[in-house]
């Protein structure tokens, strides 16, 4: 039984406390519509990194993961140790996409790409996923919390959902970004320092390994005769459809890469995220499993343990109090940095492919900015009332695994086929997500229809239970199959719909982000003192609108011309970009003050320089 101690309530509230008061002091960052969602698309690569690893493990991560570790030992690695083969096409194929065709959501590039018909059945799609990604998120705080506080679920989830709301509502993207950062770090501490300690507690690791069932050591799940956890299931449910829409669709993940100061960035933290941070993600939320299994069999643990409840008897078996706080809090921590995203992404996509389009179009840039607060409190309401549903499956392992494997096939399927093929047009677009979300439901009234997908894995009993994983596999073929059969009984898209938005040379969608030939010959970094002037045009959005006046030695150091993009940034790193600015090249007037560059007072307020500080000023196209 665990019993949480004066000091860890403590622990505890302190770090709500802490974490609403740094997630509120970010409000002073949002000024547009464009710094709530997309933080100005500023911010250096290693502060995306940990953000996005904090989103990808939430709070349902240490349970459903550490649960399945207690069950399936090393092989529930698979998990989160496939995401590489995405790597080559988010890197070269999607990521320069995004950046430079200045979309502001995945719904608005089915629009450029396709029509608004697809748009809008897309963005029906991803408000079903991330609304319920909320819920989930909220309903495992509310089980690994309630035999603690031994309080209704409910009342847990609503206490953590004011915070995340309040924080959000006031920061929005810069507070998600900052706040992740420290939680993302936290929990990643948090896991591997539990399973160190909890080593040592047993003896060293040949008391631990020694007490690892045999069965337990194999990297690998059994191909197809669990229907529970296989190898098939696992593949097609997390390693494609889940993976792929998490990596190359989840609106805040597009918006973690929308935050980077360059397309450059933005490669670098996929390649950090997925080859460095998830290995260490999975270790740290993975080994409590695999833990708990071999004290079970030391006697450490009573062998009717709950599995769910398998990291927080562990962590409070091997921690002394106020340790204990820590662990709780990074457990909060996981869920708060993946449910602010996940609330932050309904509100851009109410926003710019509800509002924006249909409801309010033309309206001024404050009336989007106060639209997105109160939309994040409603997704926030919608979370909770969403946990009931939730909690009528058997496991949240179980829940996530039939939500994901039912919703993701159609979206990934459509992405795909509309980034790799050229034929691909509107008409199979529609095909793949409408046709494919059918199938997807007949798929459960009758399960025999996926047998043939199955990989021969059992049948499993109860409504929606039946090939929990492999359905994915039935999804993506139903999805992809529709889509394909109709795009060749029609015409093809015309190259105007292909520009820029399809896997291609880069040098072309540099050319339509920049509306010039990019400048790509290599220059140096320059630092110049930054200074207000009349003379400099006022901009400040994201694409560089504002404009930078330099000296021409700059230009010359820089390899620069006018019109050219640069990035003017506090040269302190631990910074993260967080105070810096995009604009376009000028050229300053020869009285100008020796060694300056020259920019508006909106946009020096909106970077956050001080008049006559040292920037960094770098080209990038």
Same mark, same amino acid.
């Given at each position: 039984?665990?019993?949480?101690?004066?000091?860890?309530?403590?622990?505890?509230?302190?770090?709500?406390?802490?974490?609403?008061?740094?997630?509120?002091?970010?409000?002073?960052?949002?000024?547009?519509?464009?710094?709530?969602?997309?933080?100005?698309?500023?911010?250096?690569?290693?502060?995306?990194?940990?953000?996005?690893?904090?989103?990808?493990?939430?709070?349902?991560?240490?349970?459903?993961?550490?649960?399945?570790?207690?069950?399936?030992?090393?092989?529930?690695?698979?998990?989160?140790?496939?995401?590489?083969?995405?790597?080559?096409?988010?890197?070269?194929?999607?990521?320069?996409?995004?950046?430079?065709?200045?979309?502001?959501?995945?719904?608005?590039?089915?629009?450029?790409?396709?029509?608004?018909?697809?748009?809008?059945?897309?963005?029906?799609?991803?408000?079903?996923?991330?609304?319920?990604?909320?819920?989930?998120?909220?309903?495992?705080?509310?089980?690994?919390?309630?035999?603690?506080?031994?309080?209704?679920?409910?009342?847990?989830?609503?206490?953590?959902?004011?915070?995340?709301?309040?924080?959000?509502?006031?920061?929005?993207?810069?507070?998600?970004?900052?706040?992740?950062?420290?939680?993302?770090?936290?929990?990643?501490?948090?896991?591997?320092?539990?399973?160190?300690?909890?080593?040592?507690?047993?003896?060293?690791?040949?008391?631990?390994?020694?007490?690892?069932?045999?069965?337990?050591?194999?990297?690998?799940?059994?191909?197809?005769?669990?229907?529970?956890?296989?190898?098939?299931?696992?593949?097609?449910?997390?390693?494609?459809?889940?993976?792929?829409?998490?990596?190359?669709?989840?609106?805040?993940?597009?918006?973690?890469?929308?935050?980077?100061?360059?397309?450059?960035?933005?490669?670098?933290?996929?390649?950090?995220?997925?080859?460095?941070?998830?290995?260490?993600?999975?270790?740290?939320?993975?080994?409590?499993?695999?833990?708990?299994?071999?004290?079970?069999?030391?006697?450490?643990?009573?062998?009717?343990?709950?599995?769910?409840?398998?990291?927080?008897?562990?962590?409070?078996?091997?921690?002394?109090?106020?340790?204990?706080?820590?662990?709780?809090?990074?457990?909060?921590?996981?869920?708060?940095?993946?449910?602010?995203?996940?609330?932050?992404?309904?509100?851009? !996509?109410?926003?710019?492919?509800?509002?924006?389009?249909?409801?309010?179009?033309?309206?001024?840039?404050?009336?989007?900015?106060?639209?997105?607060?109160?939309?994040?409190?409603?997704?926030?309401?919608?979370?909770?009332?969403?946990?009931?549903?939730?909690?009528?499956?058997?496991?949240?392992?179980?829940?996530?695994?039939?939500?994901?494997?039912?919703?993701?096939?159609?979206?990934?399927?459509?992405?795909?086929?509309?980034?790799?093929?050229?034929?691909?047009?509107?008409?199979?677009?529609?095909?793949?997500?409408?046709?494919?979300?059918?199938?997807?439901?007949?798929?459960?009234?009758?399960?025999?229809?996926?047998?043939?997908?199955?990989?021969?894995?059992?049948?499993?009993?109860?409504?929606?239970?039946?090939?929990?994983?492999?359905?994915?596999?039935?999804?993506?073929?139903?999805?992809?199959?529709?889509?394909?059969?109709?795009?060749?009984?029609?015409?093809?898209?015309?190259?105007?719909?292909?520009?820029?938005?399809? !896997?291609?040379?880069?040098?072309?969608?540099?050319?339509?982000?920049?509306?010039?030939?990019?400048?790509?010959?290599?220059?140096?970094?320059?630092?110049?003192?930054?200074?207000?002037?009349?003379?400099?045009?006022?901009?400040?959005?994201?694409?560089?609108?504002?404009?930078?006046?330099?000296?021409?030695?700059?230009?010359?150091?820089?390899?620069?011309?006018?019109?050219?993009?640069?990035?003017?940034?506090?040269?302190?790193?631990?910074?993260?970009?967080?105070?810096?600015?995009?604009?376009?090249?000028?050229?300053?007037?020869?009285?100008?003050?020796?060694?300056?560059?020259?920019?508006?007072?909106?946009?020096?307020?909106?970077?956050?320089?001080?008049?006559?500080?040292?920037?960094?000023?770098?080209?990038?196209?």
């Amino acid at each position: 039984m665990v019993h949480i101690q004066p000091i860890d309530w403590i622990i505890l509230v302190a770090y709500f406390v802490g974490i609403l008061g740094f997630g509120a002091y970010y409000g002073k960052f949002v000024k547009t519509s464009s710094d709530f969602f997309f933080g100005g698309k500023r911010f250096a690569w290693w502060v995306i990194a940990f953000s996005c690893v904090a989103t990808l493990v939430g709070s349902y991560s240490f349970v459903k993961y550490s649960a399945n570790a207690y069950k399936n030992g090393f092989s529930s690695s698979m998990s989160y140790m496939n995401d590489w083969m995405w790597l080559p096409l988010m890197m070269f194929g999607w990521i320069p996409i995004i950046f430079y065709s200045k979309i502001k959501s995945v719904p608005e590039y089915f629009e450029k790409r396709f029509n608004p018909a697809t748009r809008l059945a897309l963005t029906v799609f991803m408000l079903v996923y991330l609304t319920g990604y909320i819920g989930i998120n909220f309903y495992t705080m509310g089980v690994v919390m309630q035999p603690i506080l031994k309080i209704n679920i409910l009342y847990i989830v609503i206490f953590v959902a004011v915070i995340c709301a309040v924080y959000i509502t006031a920061g929005g993207q810069t507070s998600v970004i900052m706040t992740d950062l420290l939680q993302g770090v936290l929990l990643l501490i948090a896991g591997v320092t539990i399973f160190t300690v909890g080593v040592v507690y047993m003896g060293g690791f040949s008391q631990f390994w020694t007490h690892v069932p045999a069965g337990h050591k194999y990297l690998l799940a059994e191909y197809n005769t669990d229907p529970s956890f296989s190898f098939a299931g696992v593949f097609w449910q997390d390693g494609i459809a889940n993976s792929a829409v998490f990596w190359f669709m989840n609106q805040g993940i597009i918006m973690r890469f929308l935050s980077v100061r360059s397309a450059k960035d933005a490669r670098l933290t996929i390649l950090v995220v997925i080859m460095v941070l998830s290995p260490i993600a999975m270790f740290a939320i993975d080994s409590t499993g695999w833990l708990g299994t071999a004290m079970v069999n030391k006697g450490l643990l009573p062998p009717d343990m709950d599995p769910e409840n398998i990291f927080v008897n562990v962590a409070f078996l091997i921690c002394r109090p106020g340790v204990f706080g820590l662990i709780l809090a990074a457990l909060t921590a996981a869920l708060m940095s993946t449910v602010d995203t996940l609330i932050n992404a309904v509100s851009a !996509i109410a926003v710019n492919d509800v509002l924006q389009p249909y409801i309010a179009p033309g309206r001024e840039d404050k009336y989007y900015l106060g639209a997105a607060r109160w939309i994040s409190i409603v997704a926030t309401l919608v979370g909770v009332l969403l946990v009931p549903l939730f909690a009528r499956f058997e496991s949240i392992y179980v829940a996530h695994g039939i939500f994901t494997a039912t919703i993701t096939p159609p979206m990934a399927a459509a992405l795909l086929l509309a980034i790799c093929w050229k034929r691909y047009n509107s008409a199979g677009a529609l095909a793949t997500l409408v046709g494919g979300g059918i199938a997807m439901v007949v798929g459960m009234i009758w399960p025999q229809l996926m047998v043939p997908f199955s990989h021969g894995v059992p049948m499993s009993e109860g409504f929606g239970n039946a090939f929990k994983y492999t359905r994915a596999f039935y999804g993506m073929a139903c999805a992809a199959g529709l889509g394909v059969f109709v795009t060749l009984l029609t015409r093809p898209p015309g190259k105007e719909k292909l520009a820029g938005l399809i !896997i291609g040379p880069q040098q072309i969608a540099m050319k339509i982000f920049k509306g010039a030939e990019p400048n790509t010959t290599p220059g140096k970094v320059v630092k110049l003192k930054v200074q207000a002037s009349e003379m400099a045009a006022a901009g400040g959005e994201e694409d560089g609108s504002g404009v930078a006046l330099l000296p021409q030695s700059a230009l010359k150091a820089m390899n620069a011309r006018p019109g050219d993009h640069v990035y003017l940034c506090d040269p302190r790193w631990w910074y993260g970009g967080l105070h810096s600015i995009h604009a376009r090249v000028g050229i300053a007037p020869a009285d100008a003050p020796h060694g300056s560059v020259l920019i508006s007072g909106f946009n020096l307020d909106l970077s956050l320089f001080r008049d006559g500080q040292t920037v960094t000023v770098e080209k990038f196209l």
